[in-house]
């Protein structure tokens, strides 16, 4: 059994930070490509940012772009979104999730990834 766990939500003024962090277990997460999606309520989830296995790929969604920085660490099994200068249209539901059929790169079609977290919810107050 593949786990995602997401921590790190909460309630935050504009312009403000939040570090979102997702543990995944029960599998060699190295090998995984992993990205985070968000969705806001009566909204589609919706990608935010992905990374490859190794790290050495990126990609963002334009509307986070220079503000969120995506990172992982695989000698701790997790993945990082860091996010700042937090906007009212940021609040949503965060989710982790894993792909485990993509050798390299990242992609944003959620439904490539076959493993997800729980979510945590960010709301950014205006």
């Known amino acids: 059994q593949v786990h995602l766990v997401e921590s790190g939500g909460g309630l935050v003024q504009t312009g403000g930070s939040l570090r979102l962090s997702c543990v995944i277990s029960g599998t060699a997460q190295s090998s995984y490509a992993m990205a985070w999606f968000r969705q806001a309520p009566g909204k589609e989830r919706e990608y935010v940012a992905g990374?490859?296995?190794?790290?050495?790929?990126?990609s963002y969604q334009n509307s986070v772009k220079g503000r969120f920085t995506i990172s992982r660490d695989n000698a701790k099994n997790t993945v990082y979104l860091q996010m700042n200068s937090l906007e009212p249209e940021d609040s949503a539901v965060y989710y982790c999730?894993?792909?485990?059929?993509?050798?390299?790169?990242?992609?944003?079609?959620?439904?490539?990834?076959?493993?997800w977290g729980q979510g945590t919810q960010v709301t950014v107050s205006s």
């Open positions: 990374i490859s296995w190794a790290g050495a790929s990126t």
């Open positions: 999730a894993a792909d485990s059929q993509r050798a390299y790169g990242v992609g944003d079609d959620l439904h490539a990834y076959d493993y």
